[in-house]
């Protein structure tokens, strides 16, 4: 008996119903959105800790967008912490 019969033999797999499939967990904003949430800042004097800017740039199936995205994501990072080391 073959490892992938073992498996099978014993998890006996079966098709996952549509109420657990996998979503999509974004929302998407109507253009033009200007949406405004305000709470307690943890550290007063910095400001900056309370922005958050969203983006959609497109569906995550995309796959030449998301290395793409990964990439200039990784490079902002490390001039953020470059910037942030002076």
Do not use: F
């Amino acid at each position: 008996m073959n490892l992938n019969n073992l498996i099978m033999k014993i998890l006996e797999p079966q098709i996952l119903p549509p109420s657990q499939y996998v979503t999509r967990r974004c929302v998407l904003l109507p253009p033009g959105s200007n949406l405004t949430y305000e709470r307690d800042l943890k550290d007063h004097k910095n400001v900056n800790n309370a922005i958050e800017y969203m983006l959609h740039l497109g569906t995550n199936e995309d796959r030449v967008l998301k290395a793409k995205l990964m990439l200039w994501a990784q490079i902002t990072q490390e001039y953020v912490n470059s910037y942030n080391d002076l």
